[in-house]
C-alpha cells in the first residue's frame, strides 16, 4: 500500500468517526423529541368531536426582536369565551424540554419547538382547554389560550448567538404575547389563570406574579403549574443531570437577567431556575398540580441513559412494575424529595396541591387524566373539580397521596410506544461505537506502515 492510498483510508476514518459521532448525536435528539411527544400525547389524531383552534402568529412580534430560536414570529391559538365565560381568560404555556448548548438549540429550531414554520397551523383543545362542560367544567366557556413554546428556556431567555443564527428571545415572546393578548380583550379580565405543563409549568411559575402585574387589583388572579415541579435531584450514577441541563440553559441563554432577584440575591443563577428555590416567595395564589414521580424526571433526570450505562436500569424506568426493591426506594426517596421542596409553599392557605402518587407528566392537558370518569383522584376529588375548588375558593386543597402503588386511579405511562426509538437510538450509537473502534485499529496500522516506510524508505 503506497503512502497516498494510507492517507486516503486514514482520511475516509476520520472523517467515518466524525461523522458517526455527528448521526449518533442527531439520532439521540431525535429520540428525545420523541419522548417529549410521547409524553404530551401530542402525536395521537384527535378525536372526532375535539375542538381544533387555529395558530395565530404575532405579526408585530419581529419588530421587538420577539421571535422563535430560529427568527420567526412566535404564535398562540386562541378559542373565545361566551356566556358567563366572555370575561374570563385562562393562558396555558406550552412545554417541551429545554435547549443547553448549541448543538441542542440548532437542532431545536428545526421543529416546531424552534420554529413557527413547523407548527400545526391547528391544534386540539382537550383538558383544561375544552369548551365541554362535561370535559372541563370550571373553565370551559372561558377565553382559552395556547401560547406556543419556541424558545427553549422556559419563556425566560434573552440573549443571540449570531454565528448560528440562534434568537434566545423568551422573555421578549412572553412579553409580546402578554401585550397583544391584552389588547384582545385580556385586560378586560375580571378573572384569569396563568397555567402550563412540564417546561411551560416552570414557565408558569416563572411568570406568576408578572402575569398578577398585568391586572387591576380587583381582577381575581392565580396561577396552575402542573408538571414543573423539577427538583434537584441526584441520579442513579450520583451526578446531576438537571443541574448540568440547567446550568447551560441559565448560561446560553441569558435567562440569569430575568430570574427574581429574591432568589438570585441568595443564590446562584442555576439554583435560581430550579421551582423548589422559587415557589416560597411567589406573591400570587399558585397550584401545583405534579406527580410524585414525575415521569419526564425519572427518565431524564434520574435516570438519563449517561447514568446507566450498562442499563441495568432501564427496564424500571420504562415500567415501575419492573422495578426491584432497591430501585424502587430510590424513587420513593425521590417522592420524599419533592414533598420537602414543598413543605413551605404548602402552609401558605393561598396555595393549592395535588401530588399525585402517579408515573405520569401533564396531567391538565390530557382528557383522560384532566376530567373523565376513570381520571385519576386524591379523596375521590379529580384533578379538574381539585383546580376549580381551589380557583373559586370553594374549599382549600392541599391533597397529597400516599406512596406507590396505593393509588389506583393512576394513569402511568410505560414506554412501550417509544421503546424502539430508543432501542433504534442506542443500537446506533453501539454500531458506531464499533465502527470507531475499527477506524481507530485501521489508522494505528496504516500509519504503522507509514512509519516503517518512512524509516526503510520503501
Same mark, same amino acid.
Given at each position: 500500500?503506497? #503512502?497516498?492510498?494510507?492517507?486516503?483510508?486514514?482520511?475516509?476514518?476520520?472523517?467515518?468517526?466524525?461523522?458517526?459521532?455527528?448521526?449518533?448525536?442527531?439520532?439521540?435528539?431525535?429520540?428525545?423529541?420523541?419522548?417529549?411527544?410521547?409524553?404530551?400525547?401530542?402525536?395521537?389524531?384527535?378525536?372526532?368531536?375535539?375542538?381544533?383552534?387555529?395558530?395565530?402568529?404575532?405579526?408585530?412580534?419581529?419588530? !421587538?426582536?420577539?421571535?422563535?430560536?430560529?427568527?420567526?414570529?412566535?404564535?398562540?391559538?386562541?378559542?373565545?369565551?361566551? $356566556?358567563?365565560?366572555?370575561?374570563?381568560?385562562?393562558?396555558?404555556?406550552?412545554? $417541551?424540554?429545554w435547549c443547553n448548548n448549541i448543538r441542542t438549540c440548532v437542532f431545536r429550531k428545526t421543529t416546531r419547538r424552534g420554529s413557527s414554520k413547523f407548527?400545526? !397551523?391547528?391544534? %386540539?383543545?382537550?383538558?383544561?382547554?375544552?369548551?365541554?362542560?362535561?370535559?372541563?367544567?370550571?373553565?370551559?366557556?372561558?377565553?382559552?389560550?395556547?401560547?406556543?413554546?419556541?424558545? $427553549?428556556?422556559?419563556?425566560?431567555? =434573552?440573549?443571540?448567538?449570531?454565528?448560528?443564527?440562534?434568537?434566545?428571545?423568551?422573555?421578549?415572546?412572553?412579553?409580546?404575547?402578554?401585550? =397583544?393578548?391584552?389588547?384582545?380583550?385580556?385586560?378586560?379580565? =375580571?378573572?384569569?389563570?396563568?397555567?402550563?405543563?412540564?417546561?411551560?409549568?416552570?414557565?408558569?411559575?416563572?411568570?406568576?406574579? =408578572?402575569?398578577?402585574?398585568?391586572?387591576?387589583?380587583?381582577?381575581?388572579?392565580?396561577?396552575?403549574?402542573?408538571?414543573?415541579?423539577?427538583?434537584?435531584?441526584?441520579?442513579?450514577?450520583?451526578?446531576?443531570?438537571? #443541574?448540568?441541563?440547567?446550568?447551560?440553559?441559565? *448560561?446560553?441563554?441569558?435567562?440569569?437577567?430575568?430570574?427574581?432577584?429574591?432568589?438570585?440575591?441568595?443564590?446562584? &443563577?442555576?439554583?435560581?431556575?430550579?421551582?423548589?428555590?422559587?415557589?416560597?416567595?411567589?406573591? *400570587?395564589?399558585?397550584?401545583?398540580?405534579?406527580?410524585?414521580?414525575?415521569?419526564?424526571?425519572?427518565?431524564?433526570?434520574?435516570?438519563?441513559?449517561?447514568?446507566?450505562?450498562?442499563?441495568?436500569?432501564?427496564?424500571?424506568?420504562?415500567? #415501575?412494575?419492573?422495578?426491584?426493591?432497591?430501585?424502587?426506594?430510590?424513587?420513593?426517596?425521590?417522592?420524599?424529595?419533592?414533598? %420537602?421542596?414543598?413543605?413551605?409553599?404548602?402552609?401558605? %392557605?393561598?396555595?393549592?396541591?395535588?401530588?399525585?402518587?402517579?408515573?405520569?407528566?401533564?396531567?391538565?392537558?390530557?382528557?383522560?387524566?384532566?376530567?373523565?370518569?376513570?381520571? &385519576?383522584?386524591?379523596?375521590? !376529588?379529580?384533578?379538574?373539580?381539585?383546580?376549580?375548588?381551589?380557583?373559586?375558593?370553594?374549599?382549600?386543597?392541599?391533597?397529597?397521596?400516599?406512596?406507590? &402503588?396505593?393509588?389506583?386511579?393512576?394513569?402511568?405511562?410505560?414506554?412501550?410506544?417509544?421503546?424502539? *426509538?430508543?432501542?433504534?437510538?442506542?443500537?446506533?450509537?453501539? *454500531?458506531?461505537?464499533?465502527?470507531?473502534?475499527?477506524?481507530?485499529?485501521?489508522?494505528?496500522?496504516?500509519?504503522?506502515?507509514?512509519?516503517?516506510?518512512?524509516?526503510?524508505?520503501?
Amino acid at each position: 500500500m503506497n #503512502r497516498v492510498s494510507i492517507w486516503v483510508l486514514s482520511l475516509c476514518c476520520v472523517v467515518g468517526i466524525g461523522l458517526s459521532r455527528s448521526e449518533d448525536a442527531v439520532e439521540e435528539l431525535k429520540a428525545k423529541e420523541s419522548l417529549l411527544s410521547y409524553l404530551e400525547k401530542d402525536a395521537a389524531s384527535p378525536g372526532a368531536n375535539t375542538l381544533m383552534v387555529p395558530l395565530t402568529l404575532i405579526q408585530g412580534a419581529a419588530s !421587538k426582536g420577539a421571535v422563535c430560536l430560529d427568527g420567526t414570529p412566535p404564535g398562540y391559538h386562541l378559542d373565545r369565551g361566551f $356566556g358567563s365565560g366572555s370575561n374570563s381568560w385562562l393562558i396555558h404555556l406550552e412545554g $417541551g424540554g429545554w435547549c443547553n448548548n448549541i448543538r441542542t438549540c440548532v437542532f431545536r429550531k428545526t421543529t416546531r419547538r424552534g420554529s413557527s414554520k413547523f407548527m400545526a !397551523k391547528q391544534t %386540539n383543545f382537550t383538558g383544561i382547554l375544552s369548551n365541554k362542560a362535561e370535559e372541563n367544567p370550571d373553565f370551559y366557556n372561558w377565553n382559552r389560550v395556547k401560547l406556543r413554546y419556541c424558545d $427553549g428556556a422556559s419563556f425566560a431567555g =434573552e440573549g443571540q448567538n449570531e454565528a448560528n443564527q440562534l434568537y434566545f428571545r423568551g422573555q421578549r415572546i412572553w412579553s409580546a404575547a402578554m401585550e =397583544e393578548l391584552m389588547a384582545k380583550g385580556m385586560q378586560n379580565a =375580571e378573572q384569569a389563570l396563568l397555567s402550563g405543563c412540564s417546561a411551560g409549568g416552570l414557565a408558569s411559575i416563572l411568570h406568576c406574579d =408578572e402575569f398578577k402585574d398585568l391586572f387591576p387589583k380587583t381582577t381575581k388572579v392565580k396561577c396552575l403549574s402542573d408538571a414543573g415541579m423539577f427538583l434537584d435531584a441526584t441520579n442513579v450514577a450520583g451526578g446531576h443531570s438537571l #443541574r448540568d441541563m440547567y446550568g447551560g440553559v441559565v *448560561t446560553l441563554q441569558g435567562v440569569q437577567k430575568n430570574l427574581p432577584n429574591t432568589c438570585t440575591s441568595q443564590m446562584d &443563577p442555576t439554583s435560581c431556575f430550579f421551582p423548589q428555590n422559587l415557589v416560597a416567595n411567589i406573591r *400570587t395564589p399558585l397550584f401545583l398540580l405534579n406527580a410524585a414521580y414525575d415521569a419526564w424526571q425519572v427518565q431524564e433526570s434520574l435516570i438519563p441513559s449517561s447514568a446507566d450505562p450498562h442499563g441495568s436500569w432501564r427496564e424500571c424506568k420504562m415500567d #415501575r412494575s419492573h422495578c426491584n426493591s432497591t430501585q424502587m426506594q430510590f424513587l420513593q426517596d425521590f417522592r420524599s424529595q419533592m414533598l %420537602n421542596a414543598i413543605n413551605v409553599f404548602s402552609k401558605s %392557605n393561598q396555595n393549592g396541591l395535588f401530588i399525585n402518587s402517579c408515573f405520569a407528566h401533564c396531567q391538565s392537558e390530557r382528557q383522560d387524566t384532566w376530567y373523565e370518569n376513570d381520571s &385519576p383522584r386524591i379523596g375521590n !376529588k379529580a384533578v379538574a373539580v381539585s383546580v376549580g375548588d381551589w380557583f373559586f375558593d370553594r374549599t382549600a386543597v392541599k391533597a397529597i397521596d400516599c406512596a406507590y &402503588p396505593c393509588d389506583s386511579t393512576c394513569h402511568d405511562l410505560v414506554f412501550n410506544d417509544v421503546t424502539s *426509538t430508543i432501542t433504534i437510538s442506542q443500537s446506533t450509537r453501539l *454500531t458506531f461505537t464499533l465502527l470507531n473502534l475499527l477506524s481507530a485499529l485501521l489508522i494505528t496500522l496504516t500509519c504503522s506502515k507509514c512509519t516503517m516506510e518512512f524509516q526503510f524508505g520503501q
